[in-house]
């Protein structure tokens, strides 16, 4: 079920776009639309977008024959941030870490005008990637006042740092009827980030940590959906943690948003968790280069079904 989408930006046919439907309960939904689908069975629309590793990407790459020329920027990005909000009520906009160094913005202005982007653009929540350490602990504390939004990590330790109480495991925000769950998770810094650089900060377990808030999510706090924003890694050669493991040894985790191996899914990787249930893992590679977005269509029941779609969507301005 393809649809390309191509409103006020471009999208590249060939590769990055990917949409499949799927439904919990094994439905069929023919040919029908999803939008159409969801409104004859008044299912709630939810549209997450998504981000990782732009890494201080504030304008689109130069146009000097690279791979990537006039690809990402800022701009680029808020016309289909707009255009999305305009055609669908409930959306997310959701980043998975590494938003810092990279760019001479960074070293200039040391991630000021990253996150006032990001406060501009209205990102609901994001985590922390080891690169948004590389100011130190202090430097990304005085950045953190010009966000208008949660940072959440819930497997580092902020005690006696100067991020304690800056940085929440999760935070809860509801979309219409909706109670989404968001909550974070990082990689070890330890031998990836200069130790001076994060202090005190300790590391713990992510898949223990993880699921002990997504348990409180679900069954405490009665979430409906649970996302996990990661920046361990999409997968590894050996057993270092990644989010592919992480996904295989949750619990009601329902979707988890990668980042810092700068993977780009042709379409998110689906796997089975402890529960045998099935947990969505997608990145969208770097530089904001691409822009996820995920539709989620819930039904009225407490076990509800859905179908969700997935489309990769190149941050590109279209020639006049």
Same mark, same amino acid.
């Given at each position: 079920?393809?649809?390309?989408?191509?409103?006020?930006?471009?999208?590249?046919?060939?590769?990055?776009?990917?949409?499949?439907?799927?439904?919990?309960?094994?439905?069929?939904?023919?040919?029908?639309?999803?939008?159409?689908?969801?409104?004859?069975?008044?299912?709630?629309?939810?549209?997450?977008?998504?981000?990782?590793?732009?890494?201080?990407?504030?304008?689109?790459?130069?146009?000097?024959?690279?791979?990537?020329?006039?690809?990402?920027?800022?701009?680029?990005?808020?016309?289909?941030?707009?255009?999305?909000?305009?055609?669908?009520?409930?959306?997310?906009?959701?980043?998975?870490?590494?938003?810092?160094?990279?760019?001479?913005?960074?070293?200039?202005?040391?991630?000021?005008?990253?996150?006032?982007?990001?406060?501009?653009?209205?990102?609901?929540?994001?985590?922390?990637?080891?690169?948004?350490?590389?100011?130190?602990?202090?430097?990304?504390?005085?950045?953190?006042?010009?966000?208008?939004?949660?940072?959440?990590?819930?497997?580092?330790?902020?005690?006696?740092? !100067?991020?304690? /109480? *800056? #940085?929440?495991?999760?935070?809860?925000? +509801? $979309?219409?009827?909706?109670? &989404?769950?968001?909550?974070?998770?990082?990689?070890?810094?330890?031998?990836?980030?200069?130790?001076?650089?994060?202090?005190?900060?300790?590391?713990?377990?992510?898949? !223990?940590?993880? /699921? *002990? #808030?997504?348990?409180?999510?679900?069954? +405490? $706090?009665?979430?409906?959906? &649970?996302?996990?924003?990661?920046?361990?890694?999409?997968?590894?050669?050996?057993?270092?943690?990644?989010?592919?493991?992480?996904?295989?040894?949750?619990?009601?985790?329902?979707?988890?948003?990668?980042?810092?191996?700068?993977?780009?899914?042709?379409?998110?990787?689906?796997?089975?968790?402890?529960?045998?249930?099935?947990?969505?893992?997608?990145?969208?590679?770097?530089?904001?280069?691409?822009?996820?977005?995920?539709?989620?269509?819930?039904?009225?029941?407490?076990?509800?079904?859905?179908?969700?779609?997935?489309?990769?969507?190149?941050?590109?301005?279209?020639?006049?």
């Amino acid at each position: 079920m393809n649809q390309i989408i191509q409103p006020m930006y471009s999208v590249n046919r060939r590769k990055f776009i990917r949409q499949s439907a799927m439904s919990a309960g094994l439905l069929a939904v023919g040919q029908l639309p999803l939008d159409a689908f969801a409104k004859s069975t008044n299912k709630q629309e939810l549209t997450i977008l998504h981000t990782n590793d732009v890494h201080s990407r504030l304008d689109p790459f130069p146009m000097d024959g690279s791979k990537f020329q006039g690809m990402g920027g800022v701009l680029a990005r808020e016309k289909i941030i707009s255009s999305i909000r305009n055609e669908t009520e409930q959306v997310l906009l959701l980043d998975s870490g590494d938003i810092f160094q990279g760019t001479p913005y960074f070293n200039k202005f040391q991630g000021k005008p990253e996150m006032q982007v990001m406060s501009m653009l209205k990102y609901d929540a994001a985590t922390l990637g080891n690169h948004d350490f590389d100011n130190g602990i202090e430097g990304l504390a005085n950045q953190l006042v010009h966000a208008n939004f949660p940072f959440v990590n819930c497997n580092y330790d902020f005690t006696n740092t !100067e991020l304690e /109480n *800056k #940085i929440e495991p999760y935070t809860i925000i +509801k $979309k219409g009827k909706l109670k &989404i769950g968001i909550f974070g998770v990082g990689i070890e810094l330890q031998g990836l980030v200069p130790d001076k650089l994060f202090g005190n900060i300790q590391y713990h377990n992510p898949i !223990e940590n993880a /699921n *002990k #808030i997504a348990y409180f999510l679900k069954q +405490k $706090k009665r979430c409906d959906y &649970i996302i996990c924003l990661s920046h361990l890694g999409f997968e590894y050669k050996d057993n270092k943690v990644s989010d592919k493991i992480l996904a295989k040894e949750s619990e009601h985790i329902h979707l988890i948003l990668g980042g810092h191996t700068h993977t780009f899914l042709d379409e998110p990787h689906k796997t089975k968790n402890r529960k045998n249930q099935e947990v969505i893992i997608n990145q969208v590679g770097w530089a904001g280069i691409m822009l996820g977005r995920i539709n989620i269509y819930f039904d009225n029941k407490e076990d509800y079904d859905y179908v969700s779609n997935f489309t990769a969507i190149e941050v590109k301005e279209t020639s006049a």
